[in-house]
C-alpha cells in the first residue's frame, strides 16, 4: 500500500506524464510538463527509487554545489501535484522523469499504485516522435487510445501500432489492463530539425491537452519561443538549397493532404479555444527517438566550422515514408 502521508484530497485528478528518451523528440514531451510544474507551482510529494529502474552508465548522476556542500543528483521519477482553479477546479498529478532502463512493468505498476490511491480519473501520456512534416505548419498532434469507447468519447484514435515501443506505450497498455482511462497524445517533430528544444511543439501538445481535460493552461513566453524557433529555422534553412527545396516539398505534400480539415472541425476547435482563452480577460495566448516504423533516429543537426548550427542536406524528397504516431 502506498502511503501519501500530507497530499490533500484531490479533485476529478488527471496524471499526465512524459519521460525524457526515446520517446520525447525535441525534449517536447517533457518540456510540456515541466512548463505545466511550472506555471502552476507544482510541489514533488513523491519520488521513484532511482537504484530500481535506472542503470547509471546509461543516465549518469549529476554533482553540485549548494552552500559550499558537495550534494548528487539521481536520475529518477518525480510526481507532483497541481491545482488548477476556476469555474471547473481540478487537480493535475505530473509525472515527469527518464525512460527506465529496466523493470518497465514495476515501474508502470509503481506509477499505477499512485494513481489508484490519489482517485485519478484520466491518464495522459505526452510523447514526440520524428516525423516527415515541415517546420512551417501547425505541429500534428496525434491522440490515440486502446480503449475503443473512449476512442468514441473523447474524438481520438484507436490505436493500431505495430511495432518496437517505449514507455509511454508500456504504460498506456498497463493503465488500459488495469481499467484506468488511458490516453496517448504525440507531437510529430520535424526530423531535419529535431536538436531540442522545440517550443512549437511543445506549445501544440499542452493546446491539445488544454482541449482534452477542459482547462486553461498558461502558456507564459511559450507562444512567443516557438514564433523565435520558427524563425530561426526559417534562416537556417534558407542557407542550404537542398533543404530549402526539400522543405517545400513536405509543404506541399502537407497542404495537399488537409485540404479537406481547412475548414469545419479544425477552424472551430481554433475558435472555441480562443474564446476560451480570452474569456475571464486572461494573458494571450538525449540519443535516437521514436518514428512511426519504431526504429531510432539520432540528432539531424550539426555544427559546422564557423560555430553555427544548421540542417544538413536531406534525403531526397519521396525516400522516406510519411511518419504517423506509435501509440
Known sequence: MIELEGVPELVDPVMVAAFEGWNDAGDAASTAVAHLNREWKGEVFAALDAEDYYDFQVNRP???????????????????????GGEKPRDLVLVRGIEP???????????????HELGVELVVVLGALLGDTPHTRPVPISGTTSDPDLARRMDLEETKYEGPTGIVGVLQEACTHAGVPAVSLWAAVPHYVSQPPNPKATLALLNRLEDLIDVRIPLGELPEDARAWQVGVDQLAAEDSEVAEYVQSLEEARDT??????????????????????????????????TADGSDSSSY???????????????????????????
Request: glycine share 10%.
Open 101 to 115: 532502463s529496466m523493470r518497465w512493468r514495476s515501474f508502470c505498476n509503481e506509477l499505477l499504485g499512485f494513481a
Open 301 to 327: 543537426l550539426r555544427d559546422n566550422p564557423s560555430g553555427r548550427t544548421r540542417p544538413p542536406k536531406p534525403p531526397k524528397p519521396g525516400t522516406d515514408d510519411d511518419e504517423s504516431s506509435e501509440d
Open 257 to 290: 493532404a488537409e485540404l479537406p480539415e481547412a475548414s469545419g472541425e479544425a477552424i472551430a476547435r481554433e475558435f472555441e479555444r480562443y474564446l476560451r482563452r480570452h474569456d475571464g480577460g486572461g494573458p494571450p495566448a538525449p540519443g535516437g527517438h521514436a
Open 62 to 84: 549529476t554533482v553540485f554545489m549548494e552552500a559550499g556542500v558537495r550534494k548528487i543528483t539521481w536520475p529518477t521519477t518525480r510526481l507532483s501535484v497541481v491545482r488548477v
